[in-house]
Nanobody
Framework: QVQLVESGGGLVQAGGSLRLSCAAS????????MGWFRQAPGKEREFVAT????????SYTDSVKGRFTISRDNAKNTVYLQMNSLKPEDTAVYSC?????????????????WGQGTQVTVSS
């Protein structure tokens, strides 16, 4: 069982930055891949970024490449999403998710555990 708690969301102007954190419980964190997803109003939840168990392999959706960076600190059981050059279309509830295995994945059904989410609002 893995419990996930996100933090770091908020209101920011376009062009600004935010860093999201996701704290995980459980001793298996260092052996599992993690991901970030987002859901905007009226839209389906979409993949944002993923990182493997050691932090060696990452993947991003095209719309955030070059602006967002996913990272993890296994000693702190935490995964991060650094978001730079934010745009109004990045506005969404951002959720972190945990897989049951070590490799990256980009589809929702490959993730077993989910956090409650944190709101990110980017004003124009």
């Amino acid at each position: 069982q893995v419990q996930l708690v996100e933090s770091g969301g908020g209101l920011v102007q376009a062009g600004g930055s935010l860093r999201l954190s996701c704290a995980a419980s459980g001793r298996t964190f260092s052996s599992i891949a993690m991901g970030w997803f987002r859901q905007a109003p009226g839209k389906e939840r979409e993949f944002v970024a993923t990182i493997d168990w050691r932090g060696d392999s990452t993947s991003y959706t095209d719309s955030v490449k070059g602006r967002f960076t996913i990272s993890r600190d296994n000693a702190k059981n935490t995964v991060y999403l650094q978001m730079n050059s934010l745009k109004p279309e990045d506005t969404a509830v951002y959720s972190c998710a945990a897989r049951s295995g070590p490799l990256i994945a980009i589809t929702r059904n490959e993730y077993l555990y989910w956090g409650q989410g944190t709101q990110v609002t980017v004003s124009s």
